[in-house]
C-alpha cells in the first residue's frame, strides 16, 4: 500500500513520534511546560495588581465584552449598535457575558482578564506542540521568546483581540504541519482552513498566513482548496447570520470604514519598530529620538540575524531524509520555515501601511518573529552548538528579566465603582465615550429606550465615512447627528478626557449639552444630569473639560 505521504517509508523515522521515551523529547517537553508556566505567571501578575482586575484598563476590553452583553440582550451588532470589527470575539465572550446576570458586568469583565493569561498559556503551549520534532533549543528559545514578548504581554492585561487571534491561527498552523511540512491529510487541511476561519472572524488580520500558505501550496491545488474551503466555511459560519440580517451595514463597518479610515497624525515608522521590538513599552506619542533610535537598531540586527543564518546556514536533516549536497539545496528553507519567515514579513510589511498603529497590533507579530528565531537558533545549533546555547540561554534571560520589568510596571487601574454608584443610579441611560466605567460601576445597561452605544470611537469612524472624531468628523453632518440621537435620550452623559477623539464635538453638541444637561461631577469623569428645567448658561466649557 501507498504512504500517505511522498517520500516518506513506513519505516522512516519521524521526528517528534518517538515519544518521551527519548531524552530530547523530555527536554522539548519541560522546556514548553516551563515557558507556559511563565507566559501564565508573568500576566497574572500584570492581572492581579492591585485596582487591574475590576478597574478601567483600557478603551478595547469594554468594546468587547460590552458587544457580548448587548447580544445577549436581544441587540444585534450592525444593525442595532456599530461594531467595526467582526463578530467573533464579541461571540467567544457570550459564556462569561452572561454570567453578569449574577456578577454584574463588573464582575464578568474580572472573570475575562483572569481568561486572557491562559489563553497566552495556550498559545505558547500550541507553539511548542508546532515545535516539538525539533530540538529542545529551538522549542526552548521560540516558547520562552513568546512568553517574554512584550506586547504580547501587555496586551494580555485585559481584553485584546490579538491574544484570541493568535490562539487560533497557532492553533490552525498545529493541525497543518507534520514536522516541517504540510500535512497532506485533507481532513487536517480542512480543520486547520477551520480555525484560520474563525481567527478571522476574530480579525481579518488572519488572512496573511493564509495567503502565506496558499502560496506555500501553490503546486497543489487540491490541498489549497481543502484549506480555504474550511476557512470560508467557519467565517460565514460565525458571520453569515448578520450577513443575512443586516449585509449593508456589516460590510460599510467591518470593511469600508476601516478601509477608508484615516487619522490626522500618521504614527512613523521608528515608532512603530520601538513597539514590534519591544525594546520600550511605552505610549506612541512619548518615544524620544533615543528609543526610535534603539528600535531600529535592534530591528535592523534582528533582520539581519535572520538573512545571515538562513542564507548562510544549511538546514537540519529529518526524517532520515538527507539534504541535497547542491549549496542553494541545503539552505532552502523546509515549509515550516517559509511559513514563520513569510507570515513575519507580511505581517510587518500590513504594520506599516495604516496611518495609526497600538502596541497591541505587534502582539500578532510575536509568534511568527519567536518561530523564525527559534528556527533560526536550529540551524546554527549543529555548526555553533556551544555558541547557539550560551547565547541563547544569556538573551533569553535578559528577555525574561525586561519582560518581569513590563509586567511590574503596568500602573494601577482607576475603579470608578463607588463614585458612579453615588452619582448615577441603577437603570439610568448613560451615554459616554468610554463604556469601561460603565462596565466597571455596573450601570452599563440603561433601560430599553437607551441606544445601545457599545463603541463611541468606532461609531464616529463608521458614521463619518472612516474620519476621527478630532479631524473632519467634527465637521461630518452624519456623524453629528447621530450623537444628537444619543444625546437625547440620554438622563447622564459620562464624558472622559479622551471624549476628544471619539466624540465629534463642534458647537451644535456642546450646545445641545450647554441647553440640556447640567455638571454634577468632575471625578471620576465629567459627569453631566439631564437638567431641562435650566436651559442657558452653565458656567463652564465643556470643549475644554471633555478634551476635545
Same mark, same amino acid.
Given at each position: ?44 501578575? &500584570? ?6 482586575? =475590576? ?9 468587547? *465584552? ?5 447580544? =445577549? ?11 467595526? @470589527? ?7 465572550? +457570550? ?9 454584574? +458586568? ?7 482578564? !483572569? ?11 500550541? =507553539? ?9 533549543? $529551538? ?11 512584550? #506586547? ?25 504541519? &507534520? ?31 493564509? /495567503?502565506?500558505?496558499?502560496? *506555500? ?18 467565517? *460565514? ?6 450577513? $443575512? ?9 467591518? /470593511? ?22 519591544? %525594546? ?6 512619548? $518615544? ?46 523546509? @515549509? ?12 510587518? =510589511?500590513? /504594520?506599516?501601511?495604516?496611518? #495609526? ?28 552548538? &556551544? ?27 482607576? #475603579? ?13 441611560? $448613560?451615554? +459616554? ?19 445601545? %452605544?457599545? #463603541? ?27 450623537? !444628537? ?10 464624558? +472622559? ?29 465629567? !459627569? *453631566? ?20
Amino acid at each position: 500500500m501507498a504512504s500517505s505521504s511522498p517520500g516518506r517509508s513506513r519505516g522512516a523515522w519521524v521526528p517528534g513520534r518517538e515519544g518521551l521515551g527519548n531524552p530530547r523529547r523530555r527536554l522539548v517537553l519541560v522546556l514548553v511546560v516551563g515557558a507556559t508556566l511563565v507566559a501564565v505567571g508573568l500576566r497574572l501578575e &500584570e492581572v492581579l495588581r492591585p485596582g487591574h482586575l =475590576l478597574g478601567v484598563v483600557q478603551y478595547d476590553d469594554s468594546v468587547y *465584552l460590552g458587544a457580548a452583553i448587548r447580544i =445577549l440582550a436581544g441587540n444585534l451588532p450592525y444593525r442595532d449598535f456599530t461594531l467595526i @470589527q467582526p463578530p467573533g470575539l464579541p461571540l467567544l465572550l +457570550t459564556p462569561i457575558a452572561a454570567l453578569s446576570h449574577w456578577i454584574g +458586568t463588573r464582575g464578568a469583565m474580572g472573570t475575562a482578564r !483572569i481568561l486572557v493569561p491562559v489563553v497566552a498559556g495556550a498559545d505558547v503551549l500550541l =507553539l511548542g506542540w508546532i515545535l516539538r520534532h525539533r530540538s529542545p533549543l $529551538v522549542a526552548g528559545v521560540a516558547c520562552f521568546a513568546l512568553a517574554a514578548y512584550p #506586547d504580547d504581554l501587555l496586551s494580555a492585561q485585559t481584553v485584546y483581540q490579538e491574544p484570541f487571534l493568535n490562539l487560533l491561527c497557532l492553533l490552525g498552523a498545529a493541525l497543518l504541519f &507534520e514536522t516541517d511540512t504540510i500535512t497532506f491529510s485533507r481532513r487536517r487541511l480542512l480543520w486547520a482552513g477551520v480555525a484560520f476561519g474563525l481567527a478571522g472572524a476574530v480579525k481579518l488580520w488572519a488572512i496573511f498566513p493564509v /495567503l502565506v500558505l496558499l502560496l *506555500l501550496l501553490r503546486r497543489t491545488p487540491g490541498r489549497a482548496l481543502s484549506l480555504v474551503l474550511g476557512s470560508l466555511f467557519a467565517f *460565514l459560519v460565525v458571520c453569515s447570520p448578520f450577513l $443575512v440580517i443586516s449585509a449593508g451595514p456589516f460590510i460599510h463597518q467591518v /470593511l469600508v470604514s476601516q478601509a477608508v479610515r484615516v487619522d490626522l497624525n500618521r504614527v512613523p515608522l521608528a515608532v512603530r519598530l520601538v513597539m514590534i521590538t519591544g %525594546v520600550v513599552i511605552t505610549n506612541v506619542t512619548a $518615544v524620544t529620538l533615543t528609543q526610535r533610535k534603539l528600535g531600529l537598531g535592534v530591528a535592523a540586527a534582528l533582520t539581519a540575524f535572520l538573512v545571515a543564518v538562513f542564507v548562510g546556514f544549511p538546514r537540519v536533516a529529518q526524517g532520515g531524509v538527507r539534504v541535497s549536497s547542491g549549496w542553494w539545496r541545503r539552505r532552502r528553507t523546509t @515549509q515550516l520555515e517559509s511559513y514563520a519567515l513569510g507570515a513575519l514579513l507580511i505581517t510587518v =510589511l500590513a /504594520l506599516m501601511i495604516p496611518d #495609526d498603529f497600538y502596541f497591541h497590533y505587534a502582539t500578532f507579530l510575536g509568534p511568527f518573529l519567536v518561530m523564525a528565531l527559534g528556527l533560526a537558533a536550529g540551524r546554527l545549533e549543529p555548526a555553533l552548538p &556551544e555558541i547557539a546555547y550560551g547565547a541563547a540561554a544569556l538573551i533569553l534571560m535578559g528577555a525574561l528579566l525586561h519582560a518581569a520589568l513590563v509586567a511590574r510596571g503596568v500602573s494601577s487601574a482607576p #475603579d470608578p465603582a463607588l463614585a458612579l454608584d453615588r452619582l448615577i443610579p441603577r437603570g439610568a441611560c $448613560v451615554i +459616554t465615550d468610554n463604556p469601561a466605567y460603565l462596565i466597571a460601576s455596573d450601570r452599563y445597561l440603561g433601560g430599553p429606550r437607551c441606544p445601545p %452605544v457599545v #463603541d463611541p470611537y468606532g461609531t464616529t469612524i463608521a458614521s463619518s465615512g472612516g474620519l476621527v472624531a478630532n479631524g473632519e468628523a467634527a465637521r461630518s453632518l452624519p456623524a453629528v447627528k447621530t450623537w !444628537i440621537g444619543y444625546f437625547r435620550a440620554a438622563q447622564f452623559l459620562l464624558l +472622559t478626557p479622551a471624549s476628544g477623539v471619539r466624540i465629534p464635538w463642534d458647537r451644535t453638541l456642546e450646545s445641545y449639552v450647554h441647553a440640556h444637561f447640567a455638571l454634577i461631577a468632575t471625578q471620576p469623569a465629567l !459627569i *453631566l444630569r439631564r437638567a431641562p428645567e435650566e436651559p442657558s448658561r452653565r458656567g463652564y466649557s465643556l470643549i475644554t473639560l471633555a478634551g476635545a
